[in-house]
């Protein structure tokens, strides 16, 4: 596979990858980083006054949870700042020795604590409020810094002083250079407004260098004053400019091996004479086995020098190298599509030209998002046209780039776009691999979160949800997922495809999770969010397939789920009902998810009173009659009703309609009901239909039950025979043949469920029959 080494690698090998090995169970050291990170409680506790964390009496962790902590959290929703980094000013029960900070809010302070531990590599980036102050710090504290990394928007320099006074020794002593004796390694990225004496001063006592990284930065004038640094190996150099004035003193680093000159921009990589500056680049640099020249006019126009001999390369400059090609060349975006010649002398080439370079070109760049973005366009593209042989890589490298770059929106939404490509093409492959699944769902529910009102990105993720199997592979991070997808429903606009698509994701989890996380969807909003999508409607006029769903997301959250029910009460869902059925009256699909979902009510004894008026019960009793959507709009009304009187004659407080007429009504309209219906209901319990037939005051509570269970032990035998078997309903039944009460009718049904079931059993165990062979012994 392509392996994450830093863009310096001699060497990025690409291997056809299967994600067979994902199926492997999480290491140790994984399991319990991540409890405790989703659960710090347990391990700290918080000063009341402060904020401050610290761990508990006795806590002890080791180097390597305390350096996952700061990195993964950089890279993630859970921050790092001020207060968490409290934890670490105990250096007996803590331990770190590399530390990466990105996008994160903390102080000179804070990195204080951090340097303390003596730290032998650091890489902040993007941290704002880190100023100058923090200089003496890494001074004082930096003598086993062997790497140092200070990246973008980490301006510690103080500009007001290096950019219009000259440098002197005292410098030093002021705290604006910090000295690390130790340093190998030294990044620093776009520097702006400092003069070249900032660069004498620091890199003076930094002889031993071997990497060096100014990315981005300005005013680096002629380099002469990098003389000194005779154990470079590694210099990078990617968007800075003045280039042929900096060629001479480049061509005195003789340890050099890799080298990037590389530009982001087409206009500030045209150089004059672009050729002859490489040609002296690659003589003069004979250890060079890593160059890159992307986004330059470096390569030339493409035409061999015949006179260099058979061996001449399409990029002339190269040619002496034909015969030792370098381990890794950078020839993306080079002008005249120098990734696209013959005869370069190179094991592995970032380019666009095809897959393998498209794959090297994302690896090597993904700590730049400018480049980043249009390679992981390029990989889109490739995706989706044509077939991919390195779905693994691609895949890694995507979710390396979204991680790192959580708040670049065209990254995610590039990204996002891709992982769609990925999963959609990998079926079973990615569909047994657990850790992958949810890798992939992280990244995308990040991308969300943070650019949640980003159409696109909603759009992205929404679509990429959709191919995995919902809920199983996203009930490891729920609430989560529910939060972005209330958001889609309401914080987008009305009748957008993520609306749409939000609305139905939500549907399905609703569907197919339990009591508790049903309860847990109430909580936080869901039926809130389904009556704002239907009074919307309702004000419009407009009956749509979104209307349908919010109704059917609330039948299915409120199944079984008492506190669902109660709130729908509570928030006036009565009133929307009724205001649905007056203005949608031949809607059969929004009639038949409404009643549906009031029979779900009506299955909560201490809410059924709320149900109890001459209103509801004119339009439940109107509805045995509906022939919309089969029966069961019918059926559901009878449901309803069923429980309604299955408290008996005292709770009935309404003169009109009569309970007897109603109850009359429904048997007729049971009677009419074909037993052979096929149903478009599931159930995962019977509990609320068998508690109605042992109502032996109303035996019209008990026809509805009984014929309901006879129909689905009829249309259905596999699934409710043995469910209504397991919960007890057969002994019910069988005492209720036996009661005198009951009229003939409801005892004829009740010997059909019963027959019903006997014949699925005598067929299971003559199909188990068919299939087990005899065997004798030896």
């Not at 880190?130 to 200070?150: A, D, Q, V």
């Not at 990037?260 to 640099?285: A, H, K, M, P, W």
């Not at 094991?347 to 370079?357: F, P, S, T, V, Y």
Request: include cysteine.
């Amino acid at each position: 596979m392509l392996q994450s080494k830093c863009r310096h690698s001699s060497a990025l090998p690409l291997e056809t990858c299967s994600f067979c090995n994902s199926s492997s169970p999480e290491s140790l050291l994984d399991i319990c980083f991540n409890y405790i990170n989703n659960n710090l409680d347990t391990i700290c506790v918080s000063c009341e006054i402060t904020g401050g964390l610290r761990l508990k009496e006795g806590v002890h962790l080791p180097v390597e949870i305390c350096e996952k902590f700061l990195n993964v959290r950089s890279n993630s929703l859970s921050r790092v700042n001020s207060n968490f980094i409290h934890i670490f000013r105990d250096r007996q029960s803590t331990r770190l020795k590399r530390v990466r900070l990105r996008d994160i809010d903390i102080t000179d302070r804070d990195l204080e604590i951090l340097l303390r531990h003596r730290l032998s590599e650091l890489d902040v980036s993007y941290v704002p409020n880190l100023t100058s102050g923090c200089i003496k710090h890494l001074t004082e504290y930096g003598t086993f810094l062997t790497s140092l990394t200070i990246g973008e928007e980490a301006e510690i320099f103080p500009t007001n002083i290096f950019g219009k006074l000259k440098f002197t020794e005292e410098h030093y002593d002021r705290g604006f250079i910090f000295l690390a004796p130790s340093l190998k390694k030294l990044s620093l990225k776009r520097l702006h407004a400092l003069q070249p004496d900032f660069y004498v001063l620091l890199l003076r006592h930094l002889a031993s260098l071997t990497h060096l990284d100014l990315s981005g930065c300005s005013d680096l004038d002629s380099f002469e004053y990098t003389e000194h640094l005779v154990n470079l190996t590694s210099l990078v150099l990617y968007n800075v400019s003045g280039l042929e004035n900096m060629v001479p003193a480049i061509c005195k680093l003789k340890s050099l091996r890799h080298l990037d000159i590389s530009q982001s921009r087409e206009e500030n990589g045209r150089y004059e004479n672009g050729g002859q500056i490489l040609t002296t680049i690659v003589n003069n640099l004979p250890k060079l086995t890593s160059l890159d020249i992307s986004g330059t006019n470096l390569a030339g126009r493409g035409v061999a020098d015949a006179s260099l001999g058979p061996v001449a390369s399409d990029i002339p400059a190269l040619s002496s190298r034909m015969n030792n090609p370098f381990q890794y060349l950078g020839l993306y975006e080079t002008s005249h599509d120098a990734c696209l010649r013959h005869d370069i002398p190179a094991k592995l080439i970032a380019g666009n030209a095809n897959e393998e370079q498209i794959l090297v070109a994302a690896l090597a760049f993904l700590d730049r998002t400018d480049m980043l973005q249009k390679v992981l366009n390029e990989l889109f593209h490739l995706l989706r046209f044509e077939s991919c042989a390195y779905v693994g890589q691609a895949l890694n490298i995507v979710l390396d780039a979204m991680n790192r770059h959580l708040t670049e929106r065209h990254v995610q939404i590039s990204g996002s776009a891709t992982l769609f490509y990925i999963v959609k093409g990998t079926g079973k492959q990615l569909h047994d691999a657990v850790r992958v699944k949810r890798r992939i769902i992280t990244a995308l529910l990040n991308g969300m979160s943070v650019h949640r009102t980003d159409e696109t990105m909603m759009r992205n993720g929404c679509l990429t949800l959709c191919q995995f199997k919902i809920p199983s592979d996203v009930l490891f991070d729920y609430e989560r997922l529910v939060d972005i997808l209330l958001h889609s429903v309401h914080g987008m606009a009305q009748e957008s495809f993520v609306q749409r698509i939000g609305i139905y994701l939500l549907n399905s989890l609703a569907c197919q999770v339990d009591r508790q996380q049903k309860a847990k969807l109430g909580e936080l909003g869901a039926i809130d969010k389904m009556i704002w999508l239907i009074a919307d409607r309702l004000e419009r006029g407009h009956c749509d397939d979104v209307l349908e769903v919010a109704w059917s997301t609330m039948w299915n959250v409120t199944d079984e789920t008492p506190s669902n029910c109660r709130k729908f009460l509570e928030i006036k869902g009565m009133e929307y009902f009724l205001q649905c059925l007056e203005k949608f009256p031949n809607k059969d699909e929004l009639l038949r998810n409404m009643m549906g979902l009031l029979g779900n009510v009506a299955e909560v004894r201490e809410l059924r009173h709320f149900l109890v008026t001459s209103k509801y019960l004119t339009v439940f009793s109107d509805l045995l009659d509906s022939r919309s959507d089969g029966i069961e709009v019918s059926y559901n009304a009878a449901g309803v009703i069923s429980h309604i009187a299955s408290d008996g004659p005292d709770v009935w407080l309404v003169f009109q309609p009569t309970r007897a007429y109603v109850l009359n009504k429904m048997v007729r309209a049971i009677d009419r009901w074909d037993l052979n219906s096929q149903r478009n209901i599931n159930y995962r319990s019977f509990e609320p239909i068998l508690y109605l037939v042992k109502v032996y005051h109303t035996p019209e509570c008990q026809k509805w039950a009984v014929w309901a269970l006879a129909n689905m032990t009829k249309v259905y035998p596999e699934k409710y025979c043995t469910l209504i078997e397991k919960e007890g309903g057969l002994e019910l039944l069988q005492e209720l043949i036996e009661h005198p009460s009951p009229p003939a009718p409801v005892k004829n049904l009740a010997h059909m469920v019963i027959e019903n079931c006997r014949r699925f059993k005598e067929q299971e165990w003559t199909d188990l029959e068919a299939h087990v062979e005899v065997q004798l012994d030896g």
